[in-house]
């Protein structure tokens, strides 16, 4: 942006005092106006003033990182970083700064490498193109939220970051996958309050405002879009909320509110208009009949249309929670947040959740933490807490038994002493019916905990199986299933076996319906490979020539480093080209996905089973695998017949598997023995190694 005409007379009369004073009104009134700082530093800086800017600019900063403006934050380094930062120092602020917006997101660090975030750190361009990039792609990261055109809205459940693309559960389409680079065409994020996003997570919710409050239904729809809704538009964002039966009535109610504004000219559109006494009274009456927790939605979604509505919901909030504080301790907490968020608290009151945390017992703290509907304020809660109760560690551990998400579970478990987390585990361990959700915490924690996983490895791998089919876990199924594949607790957990325990482990996988054959393959062959006993005693070897294994595994080498590698950016390319249910690309590339990776898996169980055929070991007395056996026949006939394994077979050559039924007859039989073959007696005339 150009300067300011105002400030640029400043600075050309060198009336720097009055640009300060000009900078520190602007501080004031929008301290997030980067472009602005950006802009006025960079002139006073060209004026010979660059200490003062790097003092103005260092206050603005200091004000953006104490109010946890992080965003704004970043918009100034990028408008001004050079200024306040020598170069190596800027790129840590900017990572630092990019952790601060993003590093909630699951999939922060390792998407921070794999755009390169931590590579060229002098090159500040390339940096900032590198965060643009990041921020992009965290927009679909696993748990948010999207819309695919003609698909509807889902969930990303999975990032590949080897295949760069995200895996999309859709209603139609529950495997849908998207790469990093068709992402941003295909798929929309979809805000907390966007009326799709509502329908897929909160649908009974919406159905009950269809019927309680049409207008605050139609609201949340036009709402959702930055461009005006058609009725059809309208009726289809709703479908499955507002029935085919009801539609009428629903749309004549809901278009009646006086902030419904119809777009003029031939395209019949609507939009949300904030108009003032209308939409306040229209809200208050709402917040006057709502429920409690509907209330606080109530202060949330209108506390910004005006001051004195906020002060009025503000109010009766704050009285409801004075009078429910005994009965519901959780809703009053709940309450102090909402008027905390909104700047909105009264004075000093006893139903905060500081002053709750230290007088209530921890029964009675226990029901407050019950009550706290909202995770994210129940773990506020429990932070608090710790801070507060010197019982805090003994009644952290009573509270997981009644807590039910991982990262409220994450945040009691880092108060317990580690008496108390080895007992906690042990019970678990012991009983994981009596708390499903804190033993599919336990079992996802222990992936990256090698001590949990040592504690009692056979007894946490047969608990695992044993949940994955009992119906008290039904819920947590879908977070227990991935476990058991590549990277999960289960495969970790053979590393800590001991020889007794892996044998049992072997059966258990065999036995066990709660695997399927795609999870269970690749578990016993890494069992097998760290305890080679195991397939010794219960598979049989594989004959083959020293060539014969030279060439598989030099055709296993081709399909993992060459073949399968090439298949997966084949794969990524085709799912960029759009409409997957088209893409005959897409579909081959997955098919062959699926016989190489089968191939590999085949040829990677059977070389670990292989045995070289030793041609020293043919005496010439008996016939065993890899002899050359010479037959006499009446009349003077010769026949011979080479015996190695299933790799050399060549029938029509008179070359057999020793896994035929042929070769099992002529196996152990004596120089000179009379044996029966296909084509009648014979008897062995001389017995040779095969080279």
């Known amino acids: 942006m150009p300067v300011p005409s105002d400030i640029q007379a400043h600075l050309d009369a060198q009336r720097f005092d009055a640009v300060e004073d000009a900078w520190l009104t602007r501080l004031d009134e929008r301290p997030d106006d980067a472009p602005f700082f950006g802009t006025v530093g960079q002139a006073l800086e060209r004026a010979g003033e660059g200490d003062r800017a790097r003092l103005l600019l260092e206050m603005v900063d200091e004000q953006l990182r104490e109010a946890a403006r992080w965003g704004a934050r970043l918009e100034l380094l990028q408008h001004a970083g050079a200024l306040l930062f020598a170069a190596q120092e800027l790129h840590p602020e900017i990572l630092r700064t990019l952790g601060e917006i993003h590093g909630h997101c699951p999939s922060f660090s390792r998407m921070v490498d794999k755009v390169g975030l ?45 295949l760069e693309s995200f895996k999309v559960e859709l209603e139609a389409h529950p495997e849908l996958r998207v790469g990093f680079g068709g992402a941003a065409k295909l798929l929309r994020p979809l805000a907390a309050g966007h009326v799709l996003r509502r329908c897929l997570e909160a649908p009974d919710e919406l159905r009950r405002l269809a019927a309680a409050e049409p207008a605050e239904l139609l609201r949340i729809v036009l709402e959702s879009y930055d461009q005006p809704r058609t009725g059809a538009e309208i009726r289809r964002d709703l479908a499955g909320i507002v029935d085919d039966k009801r539609w009428t009535s629903w749309w004549a109610a809901a278009r009646k509110h006086p902030q419904v504004l119809a777009a003029s000219g031939g395209r019949h559109a609507y939009s949300w208009t904030a108009s003032s006494g209308h939409a306040e009274d229209a809200v208050w009456e709402a917040f006057e009949t709502a429920s409690p927790r509907r209330r606080i939605d109530l202060l949330r979604q209108n506390a910004e249309r005006d001051p004195q509505l906020r002060a009025r919901m503000a109010a009766a909030l704050a009285a409801h929670a004075g009078q429910a504080v005994d009965a519901d301790p959780g809703l009053a907490c709940e309450i102090w947040y909402a008027l905390e968020r909104h700047e909105a608290l009264p004075g000093d009151v006893a139903w905060s959740p500081a002053a709750l945390a230290v007088r ?68 678990l361990l012991s009983q994981p019916r009596k708390n499903p959700a804190a033993f599919t ?93 195991l397939r010794e005693e219960e598979e049989a070897p594989l004959y083959a020539t020293r060539d014969a294994i030279d060439a598989k595994r030099d055709e296993l080498r081709r399909l993992l480093e060459e073949e399968i590698p090439a298949n997966r950016r084949a794969i990524a390319t085709a799912r960029e080209h759009g409409d997957l249910r088209e893409n005959f690309e897409y579909k081959s590339a997955r098919e062959r996905h699926a016989y190489l990776s089968a191939r590999a898996t085949a040829l990677d169980h059977d070389l670990h089973r292989a045995r070289p055929i030793d041609p020293s070991i043919v005496k010439g007395d008996e016939v065993v695998i890899g002899s050359r056996v010479t037959f006499a026949g009446d009349g003077g006939r010769r026949r011979t017949l080479t015996i190695l394994g299933p790799w050399n077979s060549k029938p029509e050559e008179d070359v057999l598997s020793n896994e035929s039924e042929l070769a099992q007859t002529i196996l152990g039989a004596k120089l000179g023995q009379a044996v029966r073959l296909d084509d009648g007696a014979w008897r062995v005339a001389a017995i040779e190694p095969y080279a």
Do not use: C
Request: aromatic share 6%; proline share 4%; net charge neutral.
């Open 118 to 162: 931590r590579r060229a750190v002098d090159d500040i361009p390339k940096t900032w193109a590198k965060a643009e990039r990041l921020a992009s792609l965290l927009a679909f990261d696993v748990g948010s939220i999207v819309h695919l055109e003609g698909k509807g809205a889902g969930k990303v459940t999975e990032v590949n970051m080897e």
């Open 360 to 427: 209530l017992t921890d029964l009675e703290f226990a029901a407050l933490a019950a009550g706290v509907q909202d995770r994210a304020l129940r773990e506020r809660t429990y932070q608090l807490a710790g801070g507060k109760r010197r019982d805090w560690p003994g009644l952290a551990l009573r509270l997981m038994s009644q807590e039910a998400e991982a990262k409220a579970l994450d945040v009691l478990a880092a108060a317990l002493t580690p008496e108390l987390l080895g007992s906690l585990l042990d019970q």
């Open 441 to 533: 915490w336990m079992v996802e924690r222990a992936r990256d905990e090698p001590e949990w996983l040592r504690r009692n490895p056979l007894r946490l791998l047969k608990q695992f199986l044993w949940s994955l089919t009992d119906e008290g876990f039904a819920s947590f199924r879908s977070r227990l299933q991935p476990l058991a594949e590549s990277g999960g607790t289960l495969p970790r957990l053979l590393d800590h076996l001991s020889d007794e325990q892996a044998a049992q482990t072997a059966a258990a996988l065999k036995k066990t319906v709660a695997l399927l054959d795609y999870q269970r393959h690749p578990l016993l062959n890494a069992l097998y490979l760290r305890f080679p006993g």
